[in-house]
């Protein structure tokens, strides 16, 4: 457990894999509440390649959806989701087939529960293997250095250093928001993402 001033908080870590050449999986996994919960709920897919993700994923959320509310009795107040494996190139795709489609699959969940306001939602695409690296005084950056000024301008996004290293240069991991409605300043997301890191 991680201490989290936040109840009713449900994060989603969504990846996708193509190593095969006839057939994608998609992957989910969200929690059930950190807060007062260590459960999980995970879902594989198998879906040939060419297939849209998003409809997977909103089968998968609706199992995850179904999980929380027999733990809880209520659907989450916020959804965090992390999206893994987006190059630069799919990030068009994925705001317009994948965000679109699960929102508004999600704002039907819950305006069918009686929540007209629909779901709170933050959709981040993480991308850990990237070039950029940062040094404080010729040195490391500390684990929970936030980088969000020297971003693209166009852009909700910041990178994150979230572990030491004994030898060599560390990695920072990018972190782009590309949908937001959840209530949360950039700071407060930036402090729970972190804090989130410690949860692999």
Do not use: W
């Not at 529960?113 to 933050?122: H, I, N, P, S, V």
């Amino acid at each position: 457990m991680i201490e989290l001033p936040l109840r009713g908080l449900m994060t989603v870590d969504v990846c996708h894999s193509s190593k095969n050449k006839n057939k994608s999986y998609g992957a989910l996994v969200a929690t059930m509440d950190m807060k007062c919960s260590t459960r999980y709920f995970s879902s594989v897919t198998e879906h040939m390649k060419g297939q849209e993700l998003s409809n997977q994923m909103s089968l998968n959320m609706t199992g995850a959806l179904k999980a929380y509310c027999e733990n809880h009795g209520t659907l989450p107040d916020r959804i965090l989701f992390y999206r893994d494996g987006v190059g630069d190139g799919q990030l068009h795709q994925v705001v317009n087939t994948e965000v679109k489609f699960l929102k508004a699959k999600l704002d039907e969940i819950y305006k069918s529960a009686g929540k007209e306001q629909g779901c709170r939602m933050a959709f981040i695409v993480v991308s850990k293997r990237i070039n950029t690296r940062y040094f404080v005084n010729q040195r490391n950056p500390r684990p929970g250095t936030v980088v969000d000024v020297i971003t693209l301008p166009e852009r909700y996004d910041f990178f994150l250093v979230s572990q030491a290293v004994q030898q060599g240069t560390v990695s920072p991991t990018s972190y782009n928001v590309i949908a937001d409605n959840i209530g949360l300043n950039a700071n407060k997301l930036q402090v729970l993402i972190y804090k989130m890191t410690h949860m692999y």
